[in-house]
């Protein structure tokens, strides 16, 4: 059929000037992803070095901390962004409630126990730690003994 016209009646299709530009898409497409990942790269390291996004951290486990220092020593995403560094920074900014209990108030509680049999203590425990997250997202809630 293309052979006999300069269009196809199935398609539409048709030779000539109005062909769509592709040269060079896929590399105009390619920037501007490098670009995103600038730009993202650096508003992520803007708002993770915020004084108080940053005092957060010490509430992360030890594995989280060392991720977020280093992607804020080298100021580069990891080659490999898993589950893990997206979940120590989504843990890091959407912040912990921080609860402190002195040692010393802890030790008297458990100290009024007096003898007592394992399953008492647990439950003891379990009744300090249930006061001391009443009211709190569990998952947000840290426990801090002074």
Sequence with gaps: MMKTTHFCPKCGFQLGSNDPVVK??????ED??????VDWTKTLLITISDPLVLSQKEF?????QKTVDSFIAEKALPEKVDNFFTNAISALLQGFDAVTINGADLVDK???LGPC??????????????????????SKLRIIVR
């Excluded at 060079?24 to 497409?29: E, L, P, S, T």
């Excluded at 501007?32 to 990942?37: A, E, F, P, S, V």
């Excluded at 008492?120 to 997250?133: E, G, N, P, Y």
């Design 24 to 29: 060079g898409a896929v590399g105009k497409i």
């Design 60 to 64: 992360l486990l030890p594995e989280q």
């Design 32 to 37: 501007r992803l490098d670009t995103l990942l």
């Design 110 to 112: 458990l100290s009024a």
């Design 117 to 138: 049999d394992t399953d008492t203590f647990k439950a003891k425990i379990d009744d300090i730690v249930t006061s001391l997250s009443r009211g709190k997202d569990k």
